[in-house]
């Protein structure tokens, strides 16, 4: 799942659909758009998934598996946690509900080095 950048501003393009393509040949086409200037191209690399989410359950609730989150350039990253699989000191960081309680508000980390994944959650119990 590469990231794609404008050539025009710099900023990353996100995938969407072509609603002017499909109404006048009837045929879908993807996308990347700029969401800071008006730049678009046709995405070439068709065989190459665009985003992964698979949610998989546990007696703890459901967690999710992210892919390539460490490269995405939009999530924060912070130097003040330690992983504890290899000792690196960045990670990237965003925020999500646990569990099925929607009112609860949980930290999930990636390591930037190995990828280890863990969450505040991971921490309380």
Not at 100 to 121: E, G, M, P
Request: aromatic share 10%; hydrophobic share 30%.
């Amino acid at each position: 799942m590469p990231v794609k950048f404008c050539k025009e501003c710099n900023n990353m393009l996100y995938p969407m659909e072509d609603r002017t393509y499909l109404h006048e040949t009837g045929e879908r086409r993807m996308l990347y758009a700029c969401r800071n200037c008006s730049h678009r191209e046709v995405a070439e690399d068709l065989g190459v998934p665009v985003y992964r989410n698979v949610v998989t359950s546990n007696n703890r609730g459901k967690f999710l598996q992210m892919y390539d989150v460490w490269l995405d350039p939009t999530l924060r990253r912070t130097r003040s946690t330690q992983c504890s699989q290899c000792g690196n000191r960045e990670a990237v960081y965003f925020m999500g509900p646990v569990g099925r309680n929607d009112t609860a508000i949980v930290l999930y980390f990636v390591c930037t080095n190995c990828k280890h994944q863990w969450s505040t959650a991971d921490e309380q119990n």
